[in-house]
């Protein structure tokens, strides 16, 4: 745990904007001719694209969903497989999207609206992958998973909301001392994830910590900031410092733990080689 950093690779969420962006090629012909129908006033034409059009739109939608479960699940060393499998969903979706467009819309033999669909479904899976079926969970001995879990989603649901008021917060100092203290916190739950028989004895802490810090910020940001005097924004930066420190000092402990338990290994294994 000594040598902890956060794990927040841009990379894969970059990734899947840019290939999430070439699904919506398959609009640009379609509104196309809606509009082309529209012109014309050929309302039966105009019916039919539209309905091509919505379900092409709605694979793009659930693609969406699907992708932004994938940033999560990769983002988190500890998680659950997504129950819904969106990906898989918009795959089957763009099959009938494109044999209803090939077919119904286009006129072809119905032979070759089925392969198109069945080649579409393909690609979408060759491209895009499926959605994640194993779940990021080790052996914790005694430790629940879903305690864990549970640990994990309330703590960073306290850390997005305190964030989010930070960003409301212009008293520059005080918005230091917050992220200064939401890093480390972030560094903490990095190591847990690393260890997570800690969990136990951080669960309290970085409840009740975040939770207070969470109070505070949401109360601040309530407030017109010229209305806040300065002996309560002493207050508050005294007990953002203080926060700081406690943060520290458990950092230290998690990181004293993991030493001791090197220890114990390092010793165990002497005695199994001497004898």
């Known amino acids: 745990m000594s040598k902890v950093k956060r794990y927040n690779p841009p990379e894969i969420q970059s ?18 001719s809606i509009v082309m129908a529209l012109f014309k006033m050929n309302y039966g034409a105009f019916l039919i694209d539209t309905i091509a059009f919505l379900l092409f739109f709605a694979v793009i939608y659930l693609s969406k ?11 988190s060393r500890i998680a659950k497989a997504p129950k819904i499998h969106y990906k898989e969903f918009s795959a089957y979706l763009l099959g ?73 917060i212009e008293d520059r100092e005080l918005k230091i001392k917050i992220d200064r203290a939401m890093e480390r916190a972030g ?24 939770d207070g810090v969470a109070k505070v910020t949401g109360s601040y940001t ?11 924004r002493e207050r508050i930066l005294g007990l953002m410092d ?8 458990e950092l230290k402990r998690l990181k004293a733990n993991n030493q001791f338990d090197l220890d114990v290994h390092i010793d165990v294994l002497k005695a199994q080689i001497k004898h």
Not at 67 to 73: L, T
Not at 124 to 132: H, R, S, V
């Open 15 to 32: 990734d899947m904007i840019k290939k999430g962006f070439l699904l919506y090629l398959f609009l640009v012909p379609l509104f196309l």
């Open 65 to 75: 969903k699907g992708f932004a479960q994938e940033i999560n699940y990769q983002k």
């Open 96 to 168: 009938l999207a494109t044999f209803y467009t090939a077919f119904i819309a286009g006129a072809e033999p119905l032979i070759q609206s089925l392969f198109l669909a069945a080649l579409s479904i393909v690609g979408y899976w060759l491209y895009y992958g499926f959605d994640p079926r194993k779940d990021k969970l080790e052996d914790f001995g005694d430790i629940s998973a879903d305690v864990v879990l549970k640990t994990f989603h309330e703590a960073r649901d306290k850390m997005e909301k305190i964030e989010k008021d930070a960003d409301k």
């Open 187 to 210: 560094t903490i739950l990095d190591a847990i994830a690393e260890d997570p028989k800690d969990i136990r004895a951080a669960r309290k802490f970085l409840v009740v910590y975040l």
């Open 222 to 232: 309530a407030m017109e900031e010229e209305e806040i005097d300065t002996e309560t």
């Open 242 to 249: 203080d926060v700081d420190t406690r943060f520290e000092k």
